[in-house]
């Protein structure tokens, strides 16, 4: 489980990607304000675009919190509470599918 969390964060904050056009949300917007140096826009674009298409707006503005408070998500993954659990499921899918399309864009 810590292994595909690293890969998601690492698919967050350590590849370049070429620029795509998708229309500002929740991560993509938590992305560009993060001080991670990787953090490039065209990244927080295609991050933005398999949201889109992978969460729901309510699962991506949960997503996008932990772009400011990483500590959150390891909160949420340990929680009993069955939602976070479902959640967490659908986060994990998303992270998944995020590093290998935006890895492939670089």
């Not at 229309?23 to 927080?44: E, H, L, V």
């Not at 969460?55 to 509470?81: C, E, G, I, N, Y």
Request: hydrophobic content about 35%.
């Amino acid at each position: 489980m810590k292994l595909l969390f690293s890969a998601a964060i690492l698919a967050m904050t350590c590849l370049s990607v070429s620029a795509i056009s998708v229309d500002a949300g929740p991560i993509s917007s938590a992305c560009n304000k993060s001080d991670r140096k990787a953090a490039t826009r065209s990244m927080c674009r295609c991050l933005q675009s398999v949201a889109n298409s992978e969460l729901s707006r309510t699962d991506q503005k949960l997503a996008a919190s932990f772009f400011k408070d990483p500590h959150k998500a390891q909160v949420m993954r340990q929680s009993d509470r069955r939602s976070h659990e479902k959640f967490w499921l659908r986060y994990k899918d998303y992270g998944q599918t995020a590093a290998s399309v935006c890895s492939q864009r670089s």
